[in-house]
């Protein structure tokens, strides 16, 4: 809940009547509920509004510092490339790059695909 408070407003809320970005925090907060030493988020950011495609973004930085493992699998390469310690680009279901966030962020090829640079 001190993650998520907008959850402790919506606590007596049936989740299948929560936005699409509520039922996120709601999936998110239920999985931490059992401490795993890895979470694996697979498109978090589909279908959200920005706000909350940020917000998602932020809440995976903080599980990231408290020390957990992420596998995070997402189209939106800004938010993922920001988050990643490590990074695969995949084409077609093969790995054909791959280095620290940063490193794919930088890559000429990354930011006129991927970043719209």
């Keep these: 809940m001190d993650m998520f408070p907008i959850l402790r407003e919506r ?3 049936p989740a299948g009547t929560l936005s699409g970005g509520e039922q996120e925090m709601l999936a998110i907060a239920r999985a931490l509920m059992a401490r795993p030493r ?4 697979d498109e978090p950011s589909l279908g959200l509004a920005p706000r909350i ?3 998602v973004g932020e809440t ?3 599980i990231k510092a408290m020390g957990k493992t992420i596998l995070l699998v997402e189209q939106n ?3 993922a490339l920001r988050l990643a310690d ?3 680009l995949f084409e077609a279901g093969e790995i054909v790059l791959s280095g620290s966030g940063e490193e794919l962020q930088a890559h000429p090829e ?5 970043l719209g640079h």
């Design 11 to 13: 606590a007596h809320q």
């Design 38 to 41: 890895l979470c694996i988020f």
């Design 53 to 55: 495609v940020a917000e």
């Design 60 to 62: 995976i930085a903080r």
């Design 77 to 79: 390469s800004s938010m």
């Design 86 to 88: 490590r990074a695969c």
């Design 110 to 114: 990354v930011a006129r695909a991927y």
